[in-house]
């Protein structure tokens, strides 16, 4: 075998430095590396790339090859490469390659399920990508680009042409939903791995253990985070004694958030941070909030749960099969309710049950997660 797997699916995406696709990518790599697979890597020199990725590709002879400089079908031609695998899918036309073996995880079908927003418009910094948040999501951009390219990927893999594997329960239900020609066709489930990390660093100026609510991924309007804001915000309007903030990571453009609150003072708002400052403030939260509209797994929670954190979080897509009854769940699209949410967790009794939950479901997923990764690499090695 002569696999090519693809990095630029574990650099940035859209507005996203890190995104849950790359992380997934990412333990993919390292779990290759530990295995001791021979492999090369298609990569994007004008995106960054982790520098302990480029020193692992050095120190284990692993070629890295350039899409600057060849398309991807110009890698695989040049180098016989029979096998390719790539952790995130992409429908850009450069990417729809002619190989032997075809292998991609598809984690579901967002594009598809998440309705349009024009906050996305507000999110969006450059020019570039404010246009793609025009039409991104709208019933004309799914019907007539997203469906149809789709479409042609249910029917390579009806054909038996591409081999997928996907993350969670509901992605395969829904992926069969939307194309119901795979509904015969097995997609194996191997749940998306995590890698243990320790946290590092220092919190927050102003920010104490304990004495704050944590959000993440600010930098995406489908993370839900500006309801949530809002609800934390409305919160200490009512209770002006309570001594909390909320802080919130990957804030790329904090305006959007700070332009709709009363008490800005307690609000911390940081751009994307390291991984082990993430680990850290997962650690020292008070309490998790997760309102993303839209999860194909959803590893957030999983990291405050490790650490006995209690986890509000939106009861859609696959996070309630991911947390179980571990979590305590809110209708995403309602500010008060996931208001309600945190007031809930105010409680001690409350507090304590979901944490003693938490440590418990981390456990068990962290076990399936761990045997699905060794599937999920015989699978990608066709073992």
């Not at 995104?19 to 590396?33: K, N």
């Not at 490469?81 to 292998?103: C, G, H, M, N």
């Not at 998440?114 to 246009?131: R, T």
């Amino acid at each position: 075998m002569n696999l090519l797997f693809n990095l630029v699916a574990v650099q940035p995406i859209h507005s996203a430095k890190f995104h849950g696709g790359g992380s997934y990518g990412e333990v993919i790599f390292w779990a290759l590396v530990k295995r001791g697979a021979k492999f090369s890597c298609a990569y994007d020199s004008q995106k960054y790339l982790a520098p302990k990725i480029v020193e692992a590709c050095e120190k284990h002879g692993i070629p890295l090859y350039d899409i600057q400089k060849r398309s991807p079908q110009q890698i695989i031609d040049g180098n016989q490469i029979d096998t390719f695998y790539t952790p995130l899918y992409s429908l850009e036309a450069k990417w729809q390659i002619q190989v032997k073996r075809f292998v991609f995880t598809w984690h579901g079908v967002r594009a598809l399920e998440l309705q349009y927003s024009p906050l996305g418009i507000s999110f969006a910094k450059k020019f570039g990508q404010k246009m793609e948040a025009l039409v991104r999501y709208r019933a004309s951009w799914k019907k007539y680009f997203y469906k149809p390219k789709y479409a042609e990927l249910a029917a390579r893999i009806a054909k038996g042409e591409v081999q997928t594997i996907t993350v969670s329960e509901h992605s395969c239900a829904s992926i069969k939903a939307f194309f119901p020609e795979l509904l015969d066709k097995e997609i194996p489930v191997f749940y998306s791995p995590m890698t243990e990390v320790e946290g590092k660093g220092n919190l927050p100026a102003g920010v104490l253990p304990k004495k704050f609510f944590l959000l993440t991924s600010g930098a995406r309007w489908e993370k839900n985070n500006l309801r949530a804001v809002k609800a934390f915000d409305d919160l200490i309007s009512i209770q002006p004694n309570l001594d909390m903030k909320l802080v919130m990571t990957g804030a790329t453009n904090p305006q959007v958030y700070l332009k709709e609150v009363k008490n800005r003072d307690r609000f911390v708002l940081l751009n994307y941070v390291e991984t082990e400052e993430l680990e850290l403030l997962h650690e020292n939260a008070y309490a998790f909030v997760f309102p993303s509209l839209n999860e194909g797994f959803g590893y957030p929670p999983m990291q405050s749960m490790r650490y006995g954190v209690p986890v509000a979080a939106s009861g859609t897509t696959s996070i309630p099969e991911v947390c179980g009854d571990a979590a305590i769940f809110f209708d995403p699209y309602s500010v008060s309710e996931i208001e309600n949410r945190m007031i809930q967790l105010l409680d001690p009794e409350i507090y304590k049950k979901y944490s003693e939950r938490g440590l418990a479901r981390y456990a068990e997923v962290h076990c399936r997660q761990n045997e699905d990764l060794e599937k999920t690499i015989d699978f990608i090695l066709n073992l």
